[in-house]
Nanobody
Framework: QVQLVESGGGLVQPGGSLRLSCAAS????????MAWYRQAPGKQRDFVAR???????NYADSVKGRFTISRDNAKNTVYLQMNSLKPEDTAVYYC?????????WGQGTQVTVSS
């Protein structure tokens, strides 16, 4: 059984930083892509960032230049470094892993940006 465990969320002031982690365990097979999404209260879940095999990345326009996605293949872990955080970044952040033709979701971690 595949399990994704996220960590690193919390409360931070505007302009601050947080680093999210998502570790995959179980028989996940070959990972093709790892990504982060977020969902603010009352809104749909939106794409944030993705990293694919080979290291190519892409980002939502709203986070370009502030967020960085990276991965540790040996640990089946994806990270999201978030800098210059804004109140509008407040949301539940979910990791998503696409492996062996299947998608898996983490349980979500809350990020709150507030003074």
């Amino acid at each position: 059984q595949v399990q994704l465990v996220e960590s690193g969320g919390g409360l931070v002031q505007p302009g601050g930083s947080l680093r999210l982690s998502c570790a995959a365990s179980g028989s996940i097979g070959n990972i093709n892509a790892m990504a982060w999404y977020r969902q603010a209260p009352g809104k749909q879940r939106d794409f944030v960032a993705r990293i694919i095999n080979g290291g190519s990345t892409n980002y939502a326009d709203s986070v370009k230049g502030r967020f960085t996605i990276s991965r540790d293949n040996a640990k089946n872990t994806v990270y999201l470094q978030m800098n210059s955080l804004k109140p509008e970044d407040t949301a539940v952040y979910y990791c998503n892993i696409f492996a062996s033709a299947r998608g898996y979701w983490g349980q979500g971690t809350q990020v709150t940006v507030s003074s």
